[in-house]
């Protein structure tokens, strides 16, 4: 290192951002903290998220309101989350929703009950949102070539 330019750290050279002053490795670093993963090794079927069973909800109308999915589904349970994304252009629902339960049982009868049921006149899909299996691949993307 020449003599002109400073030392790295002293003065004249600002160090920015994280991790420039760590002295422990990655394997250290990470023993202390608690992770939550789904189970590798997990038999086929549903999982269950970190905070509670997701279901999602296909062909929901585009002007649902949260309220409207509420009392759909809180009939089967309490419902602790409901997601609804929305087109920043016209502010209508995309037309899909996450709806998260406590318990496995609640969930699954709500897939049940609304699975092919009709809310504000459109048909709705419900399968639960994390769920390990089989990877289905199909449709006509290669036939349009």
Do not use: C
């Not at 002109?4 to 002293?10: H, K, L, Y």
């Not at 086929?44 to 409207?68: L, M, N």
């Amino acid at each position: 290192m020449e003599e002109d330019q400073p030392a790295r750290g002293g003065a004249g050279y600002k160090l920015k951002g994280r991790g420039h002053n760590e002295t422990q490795n990655m394997e250290e670093r990470y023993t202390r903290a608690r992770f939550t993963e789904l189970d590798p090794k997990a038999a086929q079927g549903p999982s269950k998220s970190v905070e509670g069973w997701v279901i999602f909800v296909t062909g929901v109308h585009e002007e649902a309101q949260e309220e409207d999915l509420h009392e759909a589904f809180s009939e089967f349970g309490e419902v602790k989350n409901i997601f609804m994304n929305l087109d920043r252009q016209t502010g209508f629902v995309k037309g899909y929703a996450l709806i998260e339960y406590a318990s496995k049982a609640e969930a699954q009868a709500a897939i049940d009950a609304m699975n092919g049921a009709d809310l504000l006149t459109q048909k709705l899909k419900v399968d639960y949102a994390f769920k390990k299996g089989d990877i289905k691949r199909g449709g006509a993307r290669g036939a349009r070539r």
